[in-house]
């Protein structure tokens, strides 16, 4: 087995990924022993792991289970009480709250944020975030009038504008019809083949499925999964649960997962 499940049993981490014989590439982010705490209250415990070029990390977990505190640590918003973020060469923060002014357009909105972090070409930057999210015909659009997935479309583009080499995403699609939700990650997928590292945060266990090549979960600050879905499923064969792997439905395998990890 590849994955991680602690602390249910103690099993070797995962391989580097790759093809074997070929030269692994250098993390795009790490996380070493990430510890956060709100009073007495410990939200993480001792939480680590890489994220590498072009691969997309989703993280999962019941609500409180810490991340959307650790994406904001990863983020460098948030300082940790212990542990290090290693971020290469730099991070992309898109909070769930698209950070836009409503009433400006969509170019104007680009160039307060490209000012914002000093560029010394903040007309080229907007012209190519435009060319970027497809919205070039829409540069003179009050924001208010776009769609919410256009809207997060500006919202990622202003997370890339410094570009990073790894973009975090805090439950990107929330608030997104389906056919939204498709655009976006389509766009998303875009980045990630450019050689962009994605992590993401969902309550979407099939958004995970469709998109993670590798997923985190999360349970009371602590990391008790690292691996691919079909090793989740795996995790949890049962007699209860026929059939192979592969054919079971990754929602019910999770919470399985949970239940068996005793959390």
């Known amino acids: 087995m590849s994955y991680r499940s602690l602390p249910m049993a103690e099993l070797p981490s ?5 093809p074997p014989g070929r030269p692994v590439r250098p993390a795009a982010l790490a996380a070493r022993g990430i510890v956060k705490k709100f009073g007495d209250k410990e939200v993480l415990s001792e939480v680590g792991f890489e994220v590498r070029p072009g691969e997309v990390v989703g993280l999962i977990g019941p609500n409180g289970a810490g991340k959307t505190t650790l994406l904001s640590i990863l983020a460098g918003i948030t300082p940790p009480d212990a542990g ?6 730099g991070v992309g923060w898109v909070p769930q709250q698209a950070a836009l002014y409503r009433r400006l357009t969509v170019s104007e909105n ?13 007309d080229r930057q907007v012209d190519e975030m435009l060319e970027l999210t497809g919205l070039q015909d829409r540069r003179d659009d009050q924001v208010s009038k776009l769609s919410g997935g256009n809207q997060q479309r500006i919202n990622i583009a202003i997370g890339l504008m410094a570009d990073p080499s790894v973009l975090l995403l805090d439950e990107p699609s929330v608030g997104l019809d389906p056919a939204q939700r498709a655009r976006l990650w389509e766009f998303v997928l875009g980045l990630v083949s450019g050689g962009t ?21 999360l349970d009371e600050g ?42």
Request: charge should be negative; glycine fraction near 8%; avoid cysteine.
């Open 197 to 217: 590292a994605v992590a993401f945060s969902t309550h979407d266990i099939q958004e995970v499925e469709r998109y993670a090549a590798r997923i985190i979960v």
């Open 110 to 122: 680009l160039r307060l944020f490209a000012r914002l972090q000093r560029s010394d070409e903040p």
């Open 222 to 263: 602590v990391e008790i999964f690292d691996g691919t879905a079909d090793e989740l499923r795996e995790a949890v064969i049962t007699d209860a649960l026929e059939g192979g792997a592969e054919d079971r439905d990754l929602e019910t395998s999770f919470l399985a997962f949970l239940g068996k990890a005793g959390r």
């Open 14 to 18: 995962p391989p580097p990924p790759g």
């Open 84 to 89: 290090r973020v290693d971020p290469g060469d």
